[in-house]
């Protein structure tokens, strides 16, 4: 486990990509899928996210 942290309650960058959580795809998926967001999540900026 990687001690580089986003915050004390958050996995490590390291683990997430371990587990398939980054990196965030950019491009349209191949399939249907649904955005879910949060204006309060510190991992991602909310105006970044796009449908």
Not at 13 to 31: H, K, M, Q, S, Y
Request: hydrophobic share 40%.
């Amino acid at each position: 486990m990687s001690n580089i942290r986003c915050r004390r309650d958050y996995p490590a960058l390291e683990d997430l990509g371990a587990n398939g959580w980054i990196p965030v795809p950019r491009t349209r998926l191949p399939f249907p899928a649904n955005v879910v967001a949060s204006r309060n999540d510190p991992l991602f900026r909310f105006d970044r996210i796009e449908a």
